[in-house]
């Protein structure tokens, strides 16, 4: 996500242009001085300071690192960048960066995160039912995506929601919680979701509902989304 891909700059698809255009089948490779760790069978098998950041449009940003760093681990080298090769994600059991634990993909760098307190209204319903309508919300903008807002529980009502089973996770947000909506018997799965430990970059919505306009009605008053081009 990010540069080369959503609607980020270097992608297919991005928000804006480029003069002159770039090429297609474009490849950004960058030193990525962060701590990388990998550990296969409770051992650590990577660890370096020196890996690269791959950015390739169509492929999920990877991590690539050098012959020495990377031992008997299966690899796909990276011709853009010569004695540098790509180690599969489900090759080994974690990953780390910094000491914080990866799920899917690594962090992206130019993926980012704001929550800004704002006035802007939400209005929920479910048929004849209103769930919030409040102008005490929290706008989320993360690049790529959609703005959302956000809602305290206090403006919610939470005596139809009922915890889910349905868990995601989000490098940027972390571990969301998901919730049912049940009236009178009637159930709507995962109407909702929360973050009740986000990371820092996402901590003002900690604990917040944000909803799903697919299967309730939202009425959220959001920012002009850019055409696509």
Known sequence: MSLVAGRGPLSRDRAGQLFPPVADDLVYVEPHPRRVQAVLG????????????????????????????????????????????VVPWSAVDSWFEEGRELVHYPPNPYHRVDCRPTARRLRVDAGEVTLVDTTDT???????????????????????????????????????????LDIDGTVVDDVAWSYADPPPESLPIAGMVSFDETRVAVTAELPATPERG
Do not use: Q
């Open 138 to 180: 929290t706008i989320l903008f993360e690049t790529a995506l959609p703005p959302r807002l956000y809602v305290r529980p206090s403006a919610v009502r939470t005596d139809l929601l009922r915890r889910s089973s349905t868990t995601s996770y989000c490098n940027y947000k972390g571990y969301a919680t998901y919730w049912s």
């Open 42 to 85: 409770g051992r650590t098998v990577i660890d370096t300071e020196h890996a690269l950041m791959v950015h390739r449009r169509g492929a999920p940003l990877s991590y690539a690192f050098s012959a020495g760093d990377i031992g008997d681990l299966p690899s796909t080298p990276v011709p853009e960048a010569p004695g540098y090769a």
